[in-house]
């Protein structure tokens, strides 16, 4: 079977994050993949695999291109309307959009592109029960397939070398800096924080429009001793960021099933976030997540666990065995069982 994974304007992201572990694990089950975009800003890590630049400029070229493919698995808006000109099965991968700042643009885009062009999906795919629920509500679309986001277990594991550590306690953000993050939350209540313990530090590991913003912001409350804006890192390093924290937080007012909560779970390690009905309905209660109501009580609730080790080391242990349901190697065999039949159900057709 051959396989096109489409995307736009090739990012480190989400999206990026699931296309290349989903051709990862498919490549070694013997499914050919490639990799399409519209453009490479970031070209994915080198592999059993092709990545190919689609030719849209000419519409014959690119007929010709997706001719070759048995399925076409589009995970952005724009690579929607390949829809207009293939004949194969198509698939498209709702990620999400936040309706909040400059991140409506990209929900307009998709909410146009789907309300046009859903009659030629052959099938949707939703990364969470809640992502689903959107579809239905602004499209009625019933038959969504959720099929979840994984995570490597392997390389996102318990006791790794916590090289990176700055501070007691240590606070860690990963993540596209966009506004709907409200990661200007965590450094409002770390201000706070730091009066009573002078050695607290928070690192945000991501990089995004809000990051000269929130740099200003740190430097305005004169937080520089206290909070790393880390910019992209190397992927090797991520897993040694995470073990080098006490507790994960995140401030975000949207997210349908987060990457960076699955890596961090995976390393034995609770979190804390804001009670988003997208985080609450998959990760529940007692699986190493604790909730609070407001965004800057986030960084509060650690300090009521600093000296509670043995419950944080007991909702870490939660936390690592929760999310090894969503190993990419028992994803990917759902997924691969879902093209199998979508195939299956054309030919019949």
Not at 11 to 40: H, M, W, Y
Not at 234 to 240: F, N, Q, R, T, V
Not at 273 to 297: C, H, Q, S, W
Request: overall charge positive; glycine content about 8%.
């Amino acid at each position: 079977m051959r396989v096109l994974m489409a995307s736009s304007f090739y990012v480190l992201g989400g999206s990026s994050i699931v296309i290349e572990n989903l051709t990862d694990q498919l490549s070694k089950r013997g499914i050919e993949v490639t990799i399409g975009a519209l453009a490479f800003k970031r070209f994915p890590p080198n592999g059993n695999h092709y990545v190919r630049t689609l030719p849209v400029h000419n519409p014959l070229k690119l007929k010709k291109f997706l001719d070759k493919f048995d399925v076409v698995h589009s995970h952005h808006p724009i690579t929607n309307y390949l829809a207009l000109i293939n004949r194969k099965p198509f698939i498209y991968h709702f990620h999400g959009a936040p309706d909040f700042g400059r991140e409506s643009l990209f929900r307009f885009s998709m909410l146009f592109s789907v309300k046009i062009m859903n009659h030629a999906f052959s099938a949707v795919i939703a990364v969470s029960e809640s992502g689903s629920e959107e579809l239905k509500r602004y499209f009625g679309l019933n038959n969504v397939h959720v099929i979840y986001n994984g995570v490597d277990t392997e390389r996102f594991r318990q006791r790794l070398e916590g090289r990176f550590r700055k501070g007691a306690p240590q606070f860690l953000f990963v993540g596209n800096l966009y506004e709907y993050k409200k990661v200007e939350e965590l450094i409002l209540a770390l201000k706070e924080l730091v009066k009573a313990f002078p050695k607290a530090h928070l690192q945000i590991v991501g990089d995004g429009h809000m990051y000269e913003r929130l740099k200003r912001f740190v430097a305005e409350l004169k937080l520089e001793d206290h909070v790393g804006l880390v910019g992209r890192v190397p992927d090797w390093e991520l897993p040694y960021y995470y073990a080098s924290c006490d507790v994960y937080v995140t401030a975000s007012r949207w997210e349908l099933f987060g990457l960076p909560l699955l890596e961090y779970m995976a390393c034995g390690k609770p979190v804390i976030a804001t009670k988003l009905p997208g985080i609450m309905r998959e990760f529940g209660e007692g699986n190493g997540v604790i909730y609070v109501e407001n965004p800057r009580d986030v960084l509060g609730k650690v300090v009521e666990l600093t000296n509670k080790k043995e419950q944080i080391e007991e909702l870490g242990v939660k936390a690592a065995k929760y999310v090894q349901r969503y190993d990419w190697e028992a994803i990917t065999k759902l997924f691969e069982e879902f093209l199998v039949e979508l195939v299956k159900e054309k030919r019949l057709k």
